[in-house]
């Protein structure tokens, strides 16, 4: 294992891997295989890190306590990237944020920590593949990473499920036995008496009984209340949930057994990490918070007029759901190929989730790089969707605001901004992208300047812009970005080149981040105070970020928003579930559209998580598979038990 010992402050002392580069960039999954990751018992060691657990040889589950870093002289630079409007393909926002951390951390030699999501296993045997970064800005084991790694999300995976099934059991039961017969079995004789459990007692207090009194006191309407939660199976939202595409499952009928007596219903299920639990975890900062987080978790209305909010808590099964968790809770440390630390934790949609990695990953990062480290956290999406939600969900939550937002641009996404053809998954690149256009560039140049005036103006944050190098761009586009950039705003815009050269392509970026970072006079700010009403902050996102005029709601919005102020949810923060491929709700609209109407034609809430999310069109949770997946390219030698085929 060739390497290079860098002694860096904070008591760090790295052992940096050195890249076997070759022309013309490999596979990644070939790249990686040309590279040893060391063992993670060394790179905890380097860092100072003593509280983990070991997941084989080369990954670790970080086991120490969330670290208070609310005062910014306790902490390192925390540093966000983000994107502009991609197109289908992205446009390496992954690769960026692995290439960064390897050339702050192997080449300059200063203490840095990258924090990214779990990827999830349904593009990984889709068509998008996984996400550990491409060419030599990538994270080893890449095999493990794209695929188990520690089992967070089958955790999440089976959390879901239990409570999925508990809904169920419920409605069930209630529909099938008295008042009598449900308490009888809720609370049943031990040790010649009945007692209430702690988590029962809650139930009581919920409902304003005595959780002290003893089950033989309670009048019959009490008894009745405490057992039954009158859940109206129309209006369950909670669905069950797997890590793999299967259109199949978008519609489906439950209860069809023989011994379910007529219990049926339509189900449908959605990919693993859309579950709410994915959100709690990434927001939750401990063990603690998660398990009152999973408590208030809405799942069902009830049949009550007016209809109440029926939660995990309500249905007993809080408590079991965070013992599922209970080790997904803590983040994974892993490395980059050049040798530098990573945690991967959580993976939540950018749509109907905030769509950026664990709270408590970037407070253990901050912590371990120390007072002159960098931690570099990603965000899905573009900036409208990924960095707003950031800001305005995560931040909120955590307290803690970014010193500098890396912003990744490429020519090809801007091309389509400004009329180019249609970029399809799967499909060959249409040829307006493989040759130089800078008319077509120009125009598209619009997109990027949005979202800069959003980052600088309405966050007041300092930017600098990351322009991912194509091997089909020329030097006059690349130029022509760079100056475009620094006119509107930018603090700095650098060529990446870090797929083909790892940490070394992304020198100049990474100098610009820290000179931002050191010289940053701007504090940032949320673009709304939480005590506007949902409408109020869904019109602030609509038509500052995304340019609309205004914003129309269907009567079902209304009627929930209405509800859910009712609740008492209306102090939360908004998340809007929109597509990502345009700074409007319509994906066809490139550019900077302005002057248009912004639907919401449903809205639903994430009590648990911790914000409201209004629908600005039908949200796909449960991705199909293509015609000509990727697991078709996915094998493995049986001798060696070699990974082929994974990208």
Same mark, same amino acid.
């Given at each position: 294992m060739q390497s290079n010992s860098n002694l860096l402050k904070n008591g760090w002392k790295l052992e940096c891997l050195k890249l076997n580069k070759v022309k013309p960039v490999p596979s990644d999954i070939e790249i990686v295989r040309a590279h040893k990751c060391k063992p993670i018992a060394q790179l905890a060691n380097e860092i100072n890190l003593d509280?983990?657990?070991l997941y084989g040889q080369y990954k670790a589950k970080v086991t120490m306590q969330t670290p208070d870093v609310s005062d910014p002289s306790s902490r390192g630079k925390y540093v966000v990237v983000t994107g502009i409007t991609p197109t289908p393909l992205g446009e390496g926002k992954s690769t960026t944020t692995i290439g960064l951390a390897q050339s702050i951390g192997a080449i300059i030699g200063k203490n840095c920590f990258a924090c990214i999501r779990q990827p999830s296993q349904g593009p990984t045997f889709g068509i998008k593949g996984g996400a550990a970064g491409g060419g030599y800005s990538q994270v080893m084991p890449m095999e493990d990473f794209n695929l188990h790694l520690t089992g967070d999300i089958h955790a999440i995976t089976a959390a879901n499920n239990l409570i999925a099934a508990a809904i169920d059991a419920r409605a069930f039961h209630e529909t099938t036995q008295s008042d009598q017969a449900l308490f009888n079995r809720l609370v049943p004789f031990k040790h010649g008496k009945r007692e209430f459990n702690k988590i029962q007692k809650?139930?009581?207090?919920?409902?304003?009984?005595?959780?002290?009194?003893?089950p033989g006191d309670l009048l019959p309407e009490q008894v009745r209340d405490f057992s039954r939660l009158n859940i109206d199976t129309k209006a369950i939202i909670w669905h069950r949930v797997m890590d793999i595409n299967d259109r199949f499952l978008r519609k489906i009928t439950i209860g069809q057994g023989s011994n379910e007596k007529g219990f049926s219903r339509e189900e449908q299920f959605d990919i693993s990490v859309a579950s709410e639990l994915m959100a709690v975890l990434a927001l939750a900062n401990d063990l603690r918070d998660v398990r009152e987080r999973v408590g208030r978790i809405v799942v069902a209305q009830s049949r009550h007029d007016p209809p109440r909010a029926i939660t995990c808590e309500d249905l007993g099964v809080a408590g079991a759901v965070t013992v599922l968790l209970k080790d997904a809770v803590k983040p994974t440390l892993i490395q980059t190929l050049e040798g530098t630390p990573v945690l991967v934790h959580c993976g939540p949609f950018a749509n109907i989730a905030h769509g950026n990695s664990s709270i408590i990953a970037d407070k253990i990062a901050l912590k371990l790089v120390g007072t002159d $480290?960098?931690?570099l956290?990603?965000?899905g999406f573009g900036a409208d969707v990924g960095l707003e939600k950031f800001i305005n969900i995560?931040?909120?939550t955590s307290g803690i605001l970014p010193d500098c937002v890396v912003i990744v641009a490429s020519v090809r996404a801007l091309k389509m901004h400004g009329g180019g053809p249609t970029v399809t998954p799967g499909a060959p690149i249409p040829k307006a992208y493989q040759e130089e256009n800078l008319e077509l560039l120009k125009n598209g140049l619009c997109n990027l300047k949005a979202h800069l005036h959003n980052i600088t103006q309405h966050f007041q944050l300092p930017v600098v812009v990351a322009i991912n190098r194509f091997t089909s761009d020329t030097e006059a586009e690349l130029q022509l970005v760079r100056k475009e950039a620094l006119a509107a705003g930018a603090t700095d815009a650098c060529i990446a080149d870090n797929?083909?050269?790892?940490?070394? $392509?992304?020198i100049d970026l990474a100098n610009a981040v820290i000179r931002t970072c050191e010289k940053n006079s701007m504090t940032g700010r949320y673009l709304y105070d939480e005590r506007l009403s949902i409408k109020q902050k869904i019109e602030r996102i609509a038509c500052t970020i995304y340019g609309a005029e205004s914003v129309e709601y269907s009567e079902v919005a209304d009627d929930k928003i209405k509800r859910f102020e009712a609740f008492g949810y209306s102090k939360l923060p908004v998340c809007i579930a929109k597509t990502h491929l345009s700074l409007s709700h319509d994906p066809n609209i490139k550019g900077a559209p302005s002057g248009f109407r912004f639907p919401i034609i449903d809205i639903r809430v994430a009590a648990g998580a911790g914000f409201v999310y209004p629908l600005a069109g039908t949200i796909q949770t449960m991705p199909g598979l293509p015609t000509r997946p990727a697991f078709y390219d996915i094998d493995i030698d049986?001798?060696?038990?070699e990974i082929e085929g994974l990208f």
């Amino acid at each position: 294992m060739q390497s290079n010992s860098n002694l860096l402050k904070n008591g760090w002392k790295l052992e940096c891997l050195k890249l076997n580069k070759v022309k013309p960039v490999p596979s990644d999954i070939e790249i990686v295989r040309a590279h040893k990751c060391k063992p993670i018992a060394q790179l905890a060691n380097e860092i100072n890190l003593d509280k983990y657990d070991l997941y084989g040889q080369y990954k670790a589950k970080v086991t120490m306590q969330t670290p208070d870093v609310s005062d910014p002289s306790s902490r390192g630079k925390y540093v966000v990237v983000t994107g502009i409007t991609p197109t289908p393909l992205g446009e390496g926002k992954s690769t960026t944020t692995i290439g960064l951390a390897q050339s702050i951390g192997a080449i300059i030699g200063k203490n840095c920590f990258a924090c990214i999501r779990q990827p999830s296993q349904g593009p990984t045997f889709g068509i998008k593949g996984g996400a550990a970064g491409g060419g030599y800005s990538q994270v080893m084991p890449m095999e493990d990473f794209n695929l188990h790694l520690t089992g967070d999300i089958h955790a999440i995976t089976a959390a879901n499920n239990l409570i999925a099934a508990a809904i169920d059991a419920r409605a069930f039961h209630e529909t099938t036995q008295s008042d009598q017969a449900l308490f009888n079995r809720l609370v049943p004789f031990k040790h010649g008496k009945r007692e209430f459990n702690k988590i029962q007692k809650k139930r009581l207090e919920k409902l304003g009984i005595n959780p002290n009194a003893k089950p033989g006191d309670l009048l019959p309407e009490q008894v009745r209340d405490f057992s039954r939660l009158n859940i109206d199976t129309k209006a369950i939202i909670w669905h069950r949930v797997m890590d793999i595409n299967d259109r199949f499952l978008r519609k489906i009928t439950i209860g069809q057994g023989s011994n379910e007596k007529g219990f049926s219903r339509e189900e449908q299920f959605d990919i693993s990490v859309a579950s709410e639990l994915m959100a709690v975890l990434a927001l939750a900062n401990d063990l603690r918070d998660v398990r009152e987080r999973v408590g208030r978790i809405v799942v069902a209305q009830s049949r009550h007029d007016p209809p109440r909010a029926i939660t995990c808590e309500d249905l007993g099964v809080a408590g079991a759901v965070t013992v599922l968790l209970k080790d997904a809770v803590k983040p994974t440390l892993i490395q980059t190929l050049e040798g530098t630390p990573v945690l991967v934790h959580c993976g939540p949609f950018a749509n109907i989730a905030h769509g950026n990695s664990s709270i408590i990953a970037d407070k253990i990062a901050l912590k371990l790089v120390g007072t002159d $480290g960098y931690v570099l956290t990603e965000c899905g999406f573009g900036a409208d969707v990924g960095l707003e939600k950031f800001i305005n969900i995560k931040c909120r939550t955590s307290g803690i605001l970014p010193d500098c937002v890396v912003i990744v641009a490429s020519v090809r996404a801007l091309k389509m901004h400004g009329g180019g053809p249609t970029v399809t998954p799967g499909a060959p690149i249409p040829k307006a992208y493989q040759e130089e256009n800078l008319e077509l560039l120009k125009n598209g140049l619009c997109n990027l300047k949005a979202h800069l005036h959003n980052i600088t103006q309405h966050f007041q944050l300092p930017v600098v812009v990351a322009i991912n190098r194509f091997t089909s761009d020329t030097e006059a586009e690349l130029q022509l970005v760079r100056k475009e950039a620094l006119a509107a705003g930018a603090t700095d815009a650098c060529i990446a080149d870090n797929w083909a050269q790892g940490g070394e $392509g992304a020198i100049d970026l990474a100098n610009a981040v820290i000179r931002t970072c050191e010289k940053n006079s701007m504090t940032g700010r949320y673009l709304y105070d939480e005590r506007l009403s949902i409408k109020q902050k869904i019109e602030r996102i609509a038509c500052t970020i995304y340019g609309a005029e205004s914003v129309e709601y269907s009567e079902v919005a209304d009627d929930k928003i209405k509800r859910f102020e009712a609740f008492g949810y209306s102090k939360l923060p908004v998340c809007i579930a929109k597509t990502h491929l345009s700074l409007s709700h319509d994906p066809n609209i490139k550019g900077a559209p302005s002057g248009f109407r912004f639907p919401i034609i449903d809205i639903r809430v994430a009590a648990g998580a911790g914000f409201v999310y209004p629908l600005a069109g039908t949200i796909q949770t449960m991705p199909g598979l293509p015609t000509r997946p990727a697991f078709y390219d996915i094998d493995i030698d049986p001798d060696t038990e070699e990974i082929e085929g994974l990208f």
